[in-house]
């Protein structure tokens, strides 16, 4: 199936709502939006970090700041 959209020609406001009913859809079917096998791969590292006691963790406060900081 084949579309196609005058991305040129939308307005932000229309390029955002599109994407909000695209992004509604996918959260309707999870399932359906298959994870690419460096997820499984980053999430197991992740896992065994904390198992063994090495993980760091930022509150949202901070990295929110950080994140911050670098786009100045």
Do not use: Y
Not at 12 to 37: G, I
Not at 39 to 50: I, N, T, W
């Amino acid at each position: 199936m084949d579309f196609v959209f005058q991305l040129d020609k939308m307005t932000t406001e229309d390029k955002l709502a599109a994407m909000e009913l695209l992004w509604d859809d996918f959260c309707r079917n999870p399932e359906s939006v298959p994870s690419p096998p460096w997820h499984a791969d980053v999430l197991s590292g992740r896992e065994k970090k904390v198992l063994e006691g090495k993980a760091k963790f930022s509150d949202l406060a901070a990295v929110k700041a950080r994140i911050r900081k670098s786009l100045e």
